[in-house]
Nanobody
Framework: QVQLVESGGGLVQAGGSLRLSCAAS????????LGWYRQVPGNQRELVAG???????KYAESVKGRFTITRDNAKNKVYLQMNSLKPEDTNVYYC??????????????????WGQGTQVTVSS
């Protein structure tokens, strides 16, 4: 089991930037992909960005070119740099750890570990 703690959310104007951080702990962290999801209707979450232990990265189409995910394996941390933020990016962002990152997941049915979430609000 992996424990995840997010930080870095907040309120920003459209066009601004935020950086989310997630600290991971647990015996299997080094073997897990890490990433970020956000809430969608129907008690589901959509993948925003994910990064494997080997550095393979996946982004949602809606954030490509604006968001960048990085991983510091020595510190067991994953980051999400969010630039050119839009009001539609407003959401709760959840850090996740696991082996398979689907594009849309139901959290209780997934095999992912989850953080508590951090609110990102983008004003127009």
């Amino acid at each position: 089991q992996v424990q995840l703690v997010e930080s870095g959310g907040g309120l920003v104007q459209a066009g601004g930037s935020l950086r989310l951080s997630c600290a991971a702990s647990g015996s299997t962290v080094s073997r897990n992909a890490l990433g970020w999801y956000r809430q969608v209707p129907g008690n589901q979450r959509e993948l925003v960005a994910g990064i494997t232990t080997g550095g393979t990265i996946k982004y949602a189409e809606s954030v490509k070119g604006r968001f960048t995910i990085t991983r510091d394996n020595a510190k067991n941390k994953v980051y999400l740099q969010m630039n050119s933020l839009k009001p539609e990016d407003t959401n709760v962002y959840y850090c996740a750890a696991g082996n398979v990152f689907g594009p849309v997941v139901t959290p209780e049915r997934s095999r992912l570990s989850w953080g508590q979430g951090t609110q990102v609000t983008v004003s127009s």
